[in-house]
């Protein structure tokens, strides 16, 4: 089910209302019985046959978090022997966990690129083997639910996270609607205690919930969906697309993937608030960063922290002398980019970025001593820098958009500042580029105000007279309406989607 549409449109009050007229009582239990159903249904609506994996990965991974939890607790008061035996045991169960997860996730999406790329590999030596590839569904959002359930059981084997009360609540925590099937990645020891705990309706909340749903609409079907317009023309037909318009529609880009996979996140984190949870921010104005570091701690900030906690660390870190971290930056971003797609493209994405963090962030002159320090930077300097970033970022999104290694090279043979093909053939008017670009700077504008200070804005924002945010709600609302961009079916499913 899609949060743009109709259905959705009318799942979300219905839910909403059942929650909290019929589940407002002192039964944990059943409030959380009723969110996993609407849940699965949520996910069951898109394909109701891919809810067995959800209900495999809960299953396995609670009755193993279970197990190793309670081999922690023996742990403490065991002999030496004993303490040996229990710690291989529960490092056993983790591995199970471990081994079960990533197959199911290696099954179905990367099995047809690891056969055909052993293939290739063998055809090197001499060897013939021919490549087998499965007709494979991908199921949506496996490799978030994935990483969710991943990262319990390492958390309780780590003594960082204790179990569920009990398989409604862990089950309800894994297929939780809002964020199942793009995130943001939750942690255990953050997110599974808001199921164990009563939350009461309160009408500021539910305000600023509902601001926030509608400012990720209007990111999403204002300006995101109009620029996969041009976008999709321009990448459809790259030599047709030679010069200005190929330029433009990598940057375009750029915002379609930001505006679209943060509207998501702000959309997920608002509905979220109605059922009295918090998620974690997902994003952080990662466009106005200084410097390569501090635009990953602000990029789909879940995924990044996981891949910093659970590989990067294990790896070694940066304890281990300069190359050895060169080498565990590169790796990480790789996996990253893997992670994002079965493509040498996405790996190639994932390299560039890492590349791009050890070699131009030191001449950038920032440190980790102080590339959180922004405000050292005078303006000037800082537009620069961010400028500088956003260039890059967009050079290795064309990698990220293009369909194969071979239509990525043509984009940087085809691109540049030449008139080219005329800019107007590719899917928008002139007045609705001129809508876009002014979208864009209007985004650009809000984001560089609330960089300064996000929580003062909107609390001035609510102390203005009801009857002005009223007009804001009715312009902001009719301007979805009439002046958003709807496709047909899921033309315009969000992109973080298909991953």
């Known amino acids: 089910m899609l949060f743009n549409s109709f259905v959705f449109a009318i799942f979300l009050p219905l839910v909403f209302t059942l929650y909290w007229v019929l589940f407002n009582k002192k039964n944990i239990t059943l409030r959380n019985l009723f969110l996993l159903t609407v849940s699965y249904v949520f996910y069951g609506w898109w394909d109701w046959r891919f809810l067995s994996l959800i209900i495999?990965?809960?299953?396995?991974?609670?009755?193993?978090?279970?197990?190793?939890?309670?081999?922690?607790?023996?742990?403490?008061?065991?002999?030496?022997?004993?303490?040996?035996?229990?710690?291989?045991?529960?490092?056993?169960?983790?591995?199970?966990?471990?081994?079960?997860?990533?197959?199911?996730?290696?099954?179905f999406k990367y099995f047809n690129f690891f056969a055909d790329n052993l293939a290739s590999l063998m055809s090197l030596f001499g060897i013939s083997l021919s490549s087998v590839t499965l007709d494979i569904v991908l199921p949506v959002g496996i490799s978030f639910y994935t990483f969710?359930?991943?990262?319990?059981?390492?958390?309780?084997?780590?003594?960082?996270?204790?179990?569920?009360?009990?398989?409604?609540?862990?089950?309800?925590?894994?297929?939780?609607?809002?964020?199942?099937?793009?995130?943001?990645?939750?942690?255990?020891?953050?997110?599974?205690?808001?199921?164990?705990?009563?939350?009461?309706?309160?009408?500021?909340?539910?305000?600023?919930?509902?601001?926030?749903?509608?400012?990720?609409?209007?990111?999403k079907i204002m300006i995101a969906d109009r620029l996969s317009i041009f976008v999709d023309t321009v990448f459809n037909d790259i030599p047709g697309a030679q010069g200005l318009p190929l330029l433009l529609g990598s940057i375009f880009f750029a915002f379609?993937?930001?505006?679209?996979?943060?509207?998501?996140?702000?959309?997920?984190?608002?509905?979220?608030?109605?059922?009295?949870?918090?998620?974690?921010?997902?994003?952080?104005?990662p466009y106005l960063s200084a410097s390569f570091g501090n635009f990953w701690k602000r990029?789909?900030?879940?995924?990044?922290?996981?891949?910093?906690?659970?590989?990067?660390?294990?790896?070694?870190?940066?304890?281990?002398?300069?190359?050895?971290?060169?080498?565990?930056?590169?790796?990480?971003?790789?996996?990253?980019?893997?992670?994002?797609?079965?493509?040498?493209?996405?790996?190639?994405?994932?390299?560039?970025?890492?590349?791009?963090?050890?070699?131009?962030?030191?001449?950038?002159?920032?440190n980790k001593k102080n590339a959180n320090k922004l405000k050292r930077?005078?303006?000037?300097?800082?537009?620069?820098?961010?400028?500088?970033?956003?260039?890059?970022?967009?050079?290795?999104?064309?990698?990220?958009?293009?369909?194969?290694?071979?239509?990525?090279?043509?984009?940087f043979h085809y691109s540049g500042f030449s008139n080219g093909a005329n800019i107007l053939n590719f899917g928008l008017t002139g007045a609705e580029l001129k809508f876009s670009l002014i979208l864009i700077a209007v985004l650009l504008i809000k984001e560089m105000i609330w960089e300064r200070n996000e929580n003062t804005v909107q609390q001035y924002f609510f102390k203005i007279p009801a009857l002005l945010r009223w007009v804001f709600y009715v312009i902001l609302v009719?301007?979805?309406?009439?002046?958003?961009?709807?496709?047909?079916?899921?033309?315009?499913?969000?992109?973080?989607?298909?991953?």
């Open 299 to 366: 990029w789909h900030i879940s995924l990044s922290s996981w891949f910093h906690d659970y590989v990067y660390i294990p790896l070694g870190g940066n304890r281990k002398g300069s190359f050895r971290t060169q080498i565990n930056v590169l790796i990480i971003f790789a996996v990253s980019g893997l992670w994002h797609g079965a493509s040498w493209n996405f790996v190639i994405w994932g390299a560039l970025n890492a590349m791009f963090l050890m070699l131009l962030d030191p001449l950038l002159s920032l």
């Open 148 to 219: 969710q359930t991943l990262s319990y059981t390492i958390d309780i084997y780590k003594g960082k996270a204790e179990p569920a009360k009990n398989w409604i609540q862990f089950f309800a925590f894994v297929g939780f609607f809002p964020q199942l099937v793009a995130g943001p990645i939750e942690r255990a020891k953050n997110f599974l205690p808001q199921f164990a705990r009563l939350a009461k309706p309160d009408y500021k909340t539910f305000r600023s919930a509902m601001l926030l749903i509608a400012w990720g609409f209007f990111k």
């Open 256 to 285: 379609q993937l930001y505006l679209d996979f943060s509207a998501y996140s702000d959309i997920a984190t608002g509905t979220a608030k109605l059922f009295g949870f918090d998620l974690t921010t997902n994003f952080k104005r």
């Open 56 to 107: 495999i990965s809960s299953l396995t991974d609670f009755l193993l978090g279970s197990k190793i939890y309670s081999c922690n607790k023996q742990e403490l008061e065991a002999s030496v022997e004993k303490h040996i035996s229990l710690k291989r045991k529960k490092r056993l169960l983790l591995i199970i966990s471990i081994v079960t997860n990533i197959a199911f996730l290696g099954f």
């Open 377 to 411: 930077d005078g303006f000037t300097a800082h537009f620069i820098k961010s400028v500088f970033i956003f260039a890059c970022w967009t050079l290795s999104l064309v990698f990220f958009r293009a369909q194969g290694l071979e239509s990525a090279l043509d984009c």
């Open 478 to 499: 009719l301007s979805l309406i009439y002046l958003g961009h709807y496709g047909n079916g899921n033309e315009h499913s969000f992109i973080y989607f298909q991953f």
